[in-house]
């Protein structure tokens, strides 16, 4: 095996195991997998909404939630389009129930349906107008619909676009658009998901409707330093940092421009926000002397009441037990302060808490259906929505959880991708999205039983149909593969039916390790799909040929197009002319990366606790890998000669582990007793509800003699 372990590099090793407690092995892993600055713990630690990015961040959502309370208040017809993927059909459920919920009687969901192209259409547009709709949400599209939204503002109709797609060069003249990858937008995390965004304008519009929104305070705490008092003060509006200022005084009334900046910050009339009061006026009488009076507003009784744990504890010792603080540069009293205060504003409000939760069950299933990367506030998005989903699911998905032998388990996103997605995802596939719609906006126990019955009936015809797909390419895909001298794969079949393009896509760049096109031929248009690994960007490629679309877009792992059949071949030669000047192939597959070489005194059950720290894994987090070398076969399971799989015991230091390798090479080279060098994941086995550890194999070698 030849295997591939990051440098680390000690300085940043030992300040994130000093910063936050943590074992050596939990640091190094960490600072290899990238983690840089403090803030950006806290989506390995935290699962509160406190640590997410706030939509207000972006001007546009201001100006969206004024038009959609607007469009709610005066009963206005209102359409969502969505797409027919899990993101666009999640995001679109999300925004449906969201809009209900806030008092929405008069909206309705669109999907593209049967062979209709994804996003807004010339066609589509006529629809809207037709139906006479006045506000249109696309989720999870519009950002290319530069005409079509172009077409319906000058009919009336005015567009919020949620979308999180690559913007071309121009935007559409939408009321307002939510898209984190537009650059400028505000917000600070370009990677959601269609469906998270559509939840983050759910939680805004939440917000908008509590006496947080436009508000504006400053949190303060002064405390006694070598003959000075030091003061820290923020002042938040909508919960949001907007300025902050940190000065040390003399004690007295002695004049002085810290004094002076000071009494300018806090003389705006806004409320100043305390823990215990009675102790901030003391230090604030030492700093500025009786002369001077500062109304204080203590939020102790709050706190206490919400948080019953804090009763008869300073500020001081809350500072120590905090994990707020960690993440920030700052005094850890003021940290401290500031995000208890947001707590206990947002848990304040259901609507941003609790009951926001059962949204972050979808934004799970499509951020991780759309190959979102499990980054930043996805993380928390997606820790949050796991957690629901194995605790306290939504109703109208347990008959899917059980179909899928999911019920009870704690699930991760490896459930998501192979036993979740696929079944939502296969209505879409063959044109009838609206049927995962409606299992998603079910309120019936029967009824979700019965869409249930027949998304998983769609999904087995989906996999006949994909099977029977890819046979029928599959000398196209190794003639074109050989062609591009094993840079790409680029065919075009009126086999392929439109809505597997992704599918077979994505298949058979996996299998290829390059990029691949599939496009399918349907009369005189075609409809097409583009799958890589993020070392390529699909979305920059395909605007390299964006004059012969009538549509495209997609983000760096995965696009599509459409366009007319005539401009195939001028096509064709294109790609095939931009493909010869790509770098060569990915690394060769024989390179396997882990993230350490571990010695076996550290092959523990810690090694799980590590590998649930890192969850959810997905695009640019993968699943843990670890490499062992001298461990000893100590049990193997006799196999038939069609099992697919290995069994055995594997001893490593005092333990011996379950062990399961699929497809493993050479499995009768392997024998009781024998040394070996391996690389694992450690993985948990869920049968009839008992979870037990065992090492999944990557790969596995003899390790030779002694």
């Known amino acids: 095996m030849n295997i591939r372990i990051p440098v680390s590099d000690p300085a940043k090793v030992r300040r994130i195991k000093e910063r936050f407690s943590l074992d050596l092995l939990t640091s190094t892993i960490l600072e290899r997998r990238g983690l840089e600055r403090a803030e950006d713990a806290a989506f390995y630690f935290e699962t509160d909404a406190i640590y997410q990015h706030s939509p207000l961040e972006c001007d546009d959502v201001h100006t969206a939630i004024e038009r959609i309370n607007d469009a709610i208040e005066g009963d206005e017809p209102i359409l969502i389009f969505g797409d027919r993927d899990v993101d666009g059909i999640?995001?679109?459920?999300?925004?449906?129930?969201?809009?209900?919920?806030?008092?929405?009687?008069?909206?309705?969901?669109?999907?593209?349906?049967?062979?209709?192209?994804?996003?807004?259409?010339?066609?589509?547009?006529?629809?809207?107008?037709?139906?006479?709709?006045?506000l249109l949400i696309t989720v999870d599209n519009g950002i290319s619909a530069v005409e079509e939204i172009r077409a319906l503002s000058g009919s009336g109709v005015d567009t919020i676009v949620l979308d999180h797609h690559i913007p071309g060069d121009a935007l559409p003249p939408a009321a307002a658009i939510f898209d984190p990858k537009i650059q400028g937008s505000g917000y600070a995390f370009d990677g959601l998901s269609g469906c998270a965004v559509a939840a983050k304008m759910i939680w805004a519009l939440s917000f908008s409707r509590t006496p947080l929104y436009g508000s504006e305070c400053i949190v303060l705490h002064a405390e006694p330093r070598n003959n000075t008092i030091r003061i820290n003060a923020v002042r938040l509006e909508n919960l949001m940092e907007i300025d902050r200022i940190t000065e040390e005084l003399e004690e007295g009334n002695a004049p002085g421009s810290a004094r002076t900046r000071l009494l300018g910050f806090l003389a705006v009339n806004l409320p100043i926000i305390v823990l215990d009061a009675g102790t901030e006026k003391k230090m604030l009488r030492r700093a500025f002397g009786s002369g001077v009076d500062i109304s204080l507003a203590d939020m102790r009784e709050k706190l206490d009441a919400m948080m019953p744990l804090a009763r008869s504890h300073s500020l001081f010792d809350l500072a120590q037990l905090s994990r707020a603080a960690r993440y920030r540069d700052g005094d850890k009293e003021i940290e401290t302060l500031v995000s208890l205060f947001r707590s206990l504003s947002v848990h304040s409000y259901p609507s941003l808490s609790s009951e926001y939760d059962e949204i972050m069950e979808l934004a799970a299933i499509g951020t991780t259906a759309d190959l979102m990367p499990m980054r930043d506030e996805n993380r928390i998005i997606v820790k949050r929505g796991l957690?629901?989903?194995?605790?306290?699911?939504?109703?109208?998905?347990?008959?899917?959880?059980?179909?899928?032998?999911?019920?009870?388990?704690?699930?991760?996103?490896?459930?998501?991708?192979?036993?979740?997605?696929?079944v939502l995802n296969a209505a879409g596939r063959l044109g009838r999205p609206m049927e995962a719609l409606r299992l998603l906006l079910s309120e019936s126990p029967a009824e979700a039983e019965a869409l249930t019955d027949?998304?998983?009936?769609?999904?087995?015809?989906?996999?006949?149909?994909?099977?029977?797909?890819l046979s029928l390419v599959r000398d196209k895909a190794r003639e074109s593969f050989e062609r591009l001298e094993g840079k790409a794969i680029v065919i075009s079949d009126e086999a392929v039916p439109r809505g597997l393009t992704g599918a077979l896509a994505s298949r058979l760049s996996k299998e290829y390790s390059v990029p691949a096109v599939v496009m399918a031929e349907l009369g005189d248009r075609i409809s097409a799909s583009l799958r890589c690994s993020d070392r390529y960007d699909a979305k920059a490629f395909l605007s390299s040929f964006s004059s012969l679309f009538d549509d495209y877009g997609g983000h760096r792992c995965a696009a599509g197009f459409s366009m007319p059949a005539a401009n195939k071949d001028t096509l064709l030669q294109m790609m095939e002319a931009v493909i010869a000047s790509m770098d060569e192939r990915e690394a060769d597959s024989e390179e396997i990366s882990a993230d350490a070489d571990i010695p076996a005194e550290y092959m523990t059950t810690g090694l799980w606790r590590l590998s649930q720290l890192l969850e959810p894994y997905g695009q640019e987090n993968e699943t843990l890998r670890l490499y062992i070398r001298g461990a000893v076969i100590s049990d193997i399971?006799?196999?038939?000669?069609?099992?697919?799989?290995?069994?055995?015991?594997?001893?490593?230091?005092?333990?011996?582990?379950?062990?399961?390798?699929?497809?493993?090479?050479?499995r009768e080279s392997f024998s009781k007793g024998m040394k070996v060098n391996a690389v694992f994941t450690p993985d948990v086995n869920f049968w009839r509800g008992t979870e037990k550890e065992q090492l999944l194999i990557v790969d596995m070698e003899s390790a030779g003699e002694d």
């Open 387 to 422: 957690r629901m989903l194995s605790e306290k699911p939504l109703q109208f998905l347990r008959p899917l959880l059980g179909r899928q032998n999911l019920a009870g388990k704690k699930l991760n996103t490896r459930d998501i991708s192979f036993y979740i997605a696929p």
């Open 454 to 469: 027949s998304l998983v009936a769609m999904n087995r015809e989906r996999q006949g149909n994909e099977e029977n797909a």
């Open 637 to 666: 399971a006799p196999f038939r000669a069609d099992q697919k799989f290995m069994r055995f015991s594997l001893r490593f230091g005092i333990y011996s582990w379950p062990a399961l390798w699929w497809a493993p090479h050479d």
């Open 90 to 134: 999640t995001g679109s459920a999300i925004l449906y129930r969201g809009l209900r919920k806030l008092g929405a009687k008069n909206v309705s969901v669109r999907l593209p349906e049967g062979d209709e192209p994804y996003g807004l259409t010339s066609a589509i547009v006529s629809e809207i107008l037709e139906k006479g709709y006045t």
